[in-house]
T-cell receptor, first 111, second 113 residues
């Protein structure tokens, strides 16, 4: 798999349910970031988690990082219609701050 | 909240022409980036810029491309002699440090005819 691959590629859930998206990467990382992109729009930063952190929260968002498995997950609780978007993970390496993006998960919240 | 701004939002250009995409990064940020996203594909890194020089560039960023920070606020991407395959959304990003989030603009959609 390529650096930064999310699964599932697409996810549809009912409003109010929780949504979980996963990201896997291949090489060692410094930070992992999650972004949201509404159709045709820019990338909105959600959370940054460092390689020495295991879990981080921000509002309805919870991100976990397992460096031994080279994977991360993004949990959105109590989903809302406005959460409908594509979600990307992006990694950077020590000494190299460029971001390598995953393929994204297209999340659809059904009202 | 401060944000990265990009202009224009949409640029249509004839193949072979030059385009300049403009970005105003967040004012106290030090690191600047250009990425692009071809329709339906991943966001790809193009170039990073720090201390008035390129710090890294990808294989995509060949002699056709150049970046400049002409003054204290603007950061531009110039594409010379555009090709059809340059059609994409181009994103500018900035950050205050290597361990801080990169903040993205809304992008410029470049269409080459």
């Amino acid at each position: 798999s390529q650096q930064g691959e999310e699964d599932p590629q697409a996810l549809s859930i009912q409003e109010g349910e929780n949504a979980t998206m996963n990201c896997s990467y291949k090489t060692s990382i410094n930070n992992l970031q999650w972004y949201r992109q509404n159709s045709g729009r820019g990338l909105v930063h959600l959370i940054l988690i460092r390689s020495n952190e295991r879990e981080k929260h921000s509002g309805r968002l919870r991100v976990t990082l397992d460096t031994s498995k080279k994977s991360s997950s993004l949990l959105i609780t109590a989903s809302r219609a406005a959460d409908t978007a594509s979600y990307f993970c992006a990694t950077d390496n020590f000494g190299n701050e460029k971001l390598t993006f995953g393929t994204g998960t297209r999340l659809t919240i059904i009202p | 909240e401060p944000e990265v701004t990009q202009t224009p939002s949409h640029q249509v250009t004839q193949m072979g022409q030059e385009v300049i995409l403009r970005c105003v990064p967040i004012s106290n940020h030090l690191y600047f980036y250009w990425y692009r996203q071809i329709l339906g594909q991943k966001v790809e890194f193009l170039v990073s810029f720090y201390n008035n020089e390129i710090s890294e560039k990808s294989e995509i960023f060949d002699d056709q491309f150049s970046v400049e920070r002409p003054d204290g606020s603007n950061f531009t991407l110039k594409i010379r002699s555009t090709k059809l395959e340059d059609s994409a959304m181009y994103f500018c990003a900035s950050t205050g440090g290597w361990d801080q989030p990169q903040h993205f603009g809304d992008g410029t959609r470049l269409s080459i005819l």
